[in-house]
């Protein structure tokens, strides 16, 4: 079974620009989450997702959003770019949410 | 908001001794999560435990959770090169949030 998957693996922007990063799950998991992960925050919960539904929404400004399409796999966008947003963004995906959660292997996001 | 305490953050073992990472946490939850990860990789699933008293063990790691010490250890038994990296704790609010300890990042020497 092909794991997570995440798309760019590599992004470097400038402050001010928007992103858009996309995860497909492991196929048949309905459940996607998305972490961000940087040195001095460590790992942070943004958002995770349900049969397309924003479950739950961590402690992050408006300019981070996400969505789910019918076939589970999610994207997140950054709008308005700032320095701090640049951290390895990770996305994991489990049959349902309180399970094990798999992660994929990260889009390492510069701002510069 | 729940928050998880993780301790030690460094650890430096000896090849072949046996070694605890604790993790504590602060509101009820029976819901946890053991990861690793390499230096520039994602994480790694290791244990998930999701009862009060659960035990898992894999080759030389084994995670145990008590609930109402708010406590899950993490035990390395005879350590060896190849565990090197960061391990982290993790529980899950009933609102499918998971929130991580800092992580303990552990070298093993010979």
């Known amino acids: 079974k092909a794991g997570v998957t995440q798309t760019p693996r590599y992004l470097i922007k400038t402050r001010g620009q928007q992103v858009t990063l996309s995860c497909s799950p492991i196929?048949?998991?309905?459940?996607v989450s998305w972490y961000q992960q940087t040195p001095g925050q460590g790992l942070q919960f943004l958002f995770e997702y349900f049969s397309e539904t924003q479950r739950n929404k961590g402690n992050f400004p408006g300019r981070f959003s996400g969505r789910q399409f019918s076939n589970s796999r999610s994207e997140m966008n950054v709008s308005t770019l700032e320095l701090g947003d640049s951290a390895l963004y990770l996305c994991?995906?489990?049959?349902?949410?309180?399970?094990?959660?798999?992660f994929g292997p990260g889009t390492r996001l510069t701002v510069l | 908001e729940l928050k998880v305490e993780q301790n030690p953050l460094f650890l430096s073992m000896q090849e072949g001794k046996n070694y605890t990472i604790y993790c504590n946490y602060s509101t009820t939850s029976d819901r946890l999560y053991w990861y690793r990860q390499d230096p520039g990789k994602s994480l790694e699933s290791l244990f998930v435990l999701l009862s009060n008293g659960a035990v898992k063990q894999e080759g030389r790691l084994m995670a145990s959770l008590d609930t109402k010490a708010r406590l899950s250890t993490l035990h390395i038994t005879a350590a060896v090169h190849d565990l090197s990296a960061t391990y982290f704790c993790a529980f899950m609010s009933n609102d499918y949030k998971l929130s991580f300890g800092a992580g303990t990042t552990v070298t093993v020497r010979a």
């Open positions: 196929s048949g998991h309905r459940s």
């Open positions: 994991a995906s489990s049959l349902v949410g309180h399970r094990a959660q798999y």
